[in-house]
C-alpha cells in the first residue's frame, strides 16, 4: 500500500529553484508533524525540514532561509519550496512522520549541476 508519493524533482542549475510535493492519505497524514528528508549517494538519510500540524516548522542549518516547508491538511500534501539550490543539496528527497514513521516512498530526485 502506497502511502507517500513524492514529485516535483528533477535537474537544475546551482542557484535554481524546485518545488517538491508529499502526498499522502489522511489517515497518515492528518494531526502529524511531516518532514522531508533526504539522501545522497554513499550517505545516511537526514532530517532537512519539518512542520507540525499546526504549521511550526524547522529546518536543518545547511537549507535555512533557502528552503521553506509548508502543508495543506485538506489536500493531506506537505511541500518543500527550495531555492538558490547547491550542488550538495544533490540527493533522493522522501518525506514521512516525524514520530511512528511509515513505510518510506520511492522518493524524487533533485540534481543541481550545470
Known amino acids: 500500500q502506497v502511502q507517500f508519493v513524492e514529485s516535483g524533482g528533477g535537474l537544475v542549475q546551482p542557484g535554481g529553484s524546485l518545488r517538491l510535493s508529499c502526498a499522502a492519505s489522511g489517515t497518515i497524514f492528518r494531526g502529524y508533524a511531516m518532514g522531508w528528508y533526504r539522501q545522497a549517494p554513499g550517505k545516511q538519510r537526514e532530517l532537512v525540514a519539518e512542520?507540525?500540524?499546526?504549521?511550526?516548522?524547522n529546518y536543518a542549518g545547511s537549507v535555512k532561509g533557502r528552503f521553506t516547508i509548508s502543508r495543506d491538511n485538506a489536500k493531506n500534501t506537505v511541500y518543500l519550496q527550495m531555492n538558490s539550490l547547491k550542488p550538495e543539496d544533490t540527493a533522493v528527497y522522501f518525506c514521512?512522520?516525524?514520530?511512528?514513521?511509515?513505510?518510506w516512498g520511492q522518493g524524487t530526485q533533485v540534481t543541481v549541476s550545470s
Open positions: 514521512n512522520r516525524l514520530i511512528a514513521p511509515r513505510t
Open positions: 512542520i507540525t500540524s499546526i504549521g511550526t516548522t
